[in-house]
């Protein structure tokens, strides 16, 4: 058996602190594209309820009244759905303005997956895409590798990418198969080794064996919603051995 995602050995496990692993929720805002002091949102820093558990999927929620975020004073309800079946762990976003006004949000879904080793690992699926370089100043720029591979550290937010990408993990004998729906965006970042050392909360070794692949909403512009609105983001991440 071998782990689908990843989690760092030093992660912390006390709110407010994020979880360096799993899948991180970014919201109402990836990144700094939003109104908040800080990066990433704050759903990731807040317990979520159970609102319903069977052995193979969990309906979790976040209501929020618009009080305790001075940056982001506008009320929501937050679902994530998580069911797992057969090689695929699913994750669907639901997301209810229940506020009085338009909410308006960016997010992601920031996906750590567990790859057997860095150096060989590529991803597969966005060959001629444009993304915004993180370690550029957000600078556009377009992928012209057939596959992106890694030596260093990659931070980009590929922008109305195609709904599938793919993990190739040769030295683990693998492929980690990402589809996503209503998410157009999708970051890719490993920390590689001086980001990986000014980490806290992750192990100076870890870049090697993590890759980040992120359905969001993000570059293309943020989702607005009316007042009793919905909208829908979800991934499948499927699992398969490969002979390559
Ligand atoms: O350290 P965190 O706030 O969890 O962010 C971790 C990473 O998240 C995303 O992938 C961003 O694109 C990166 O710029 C950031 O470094």
């Keep these: 058996m071998q782990e689908l995602l990843f989690v760092s050995e030093k992660a912390i496990f006390a709110p407010p602190k994020a979880i360096r692993g799993g899948v991180p929720l970014c919201f109402p805002q990836f990144g700094m594209m939003g109104p908040m002091p800080s990066q990433h949102g704050f759903a990731r820093n807040v317990a979520f309820s159970v ?7 969990v309906k979790l929620a976040l209501e929020y009244d618009g009080s305790s975020q001075p940056a982001f004073p506008h009320p929501f309800t937050l679902h994530v759905i998580i069911s797992i079946c057969d090689n695929h762990l699913l994750q669907e976003l639901v997301v209810l303005n229940t506020g ?26 966005l060959s001629q895409g444009r993304y915004l370089d993180n370690l550029a100043a957000l600078q556009q720029s377009t992928q012209e590798e057939e596959e992106l591979g890694f030596s260093g550290e990659v931070d980009r937010v590929y922008l109305s990418t195609p709904n599938t ?15 996503k729906e209503g998410f157009p965006d999708a970051i890719v970042w490993n920390p590689w080794i001086a980001k990986a050392a000014s980490m806290a909360d992750f192990g100076d070794e870890e870049y090697k064996v993590m890759l980040c692949i992120e359905p969001a909403v993000a570059g293309s512009g943020p989702v607005t919603l009316e007042p009793g609105a919905e909208w829908q983001g979800k991934q499948d991440l499927a699992y398969q051995s490969s002979s390559a």
Aim: charged share 20%; aromatic share 6%; proline share 8%.
């Design 51 to 57: 609102v319903e558990q069977e052995p193979w999927r």
């Design 100 to 125: 009085p006004s338009p909410l308006t949000f960016t997010a992601a879904l920031h996906t750590y997956i567990r790859v057997t080793d860095i150096h060989t690992a590529k991803v597969r699926g």
């Design 165 to 179: 990408i793919q993990v190739i993990d040769p030295s683990g004998k693998r492929v980690v198969t990402v589809s």
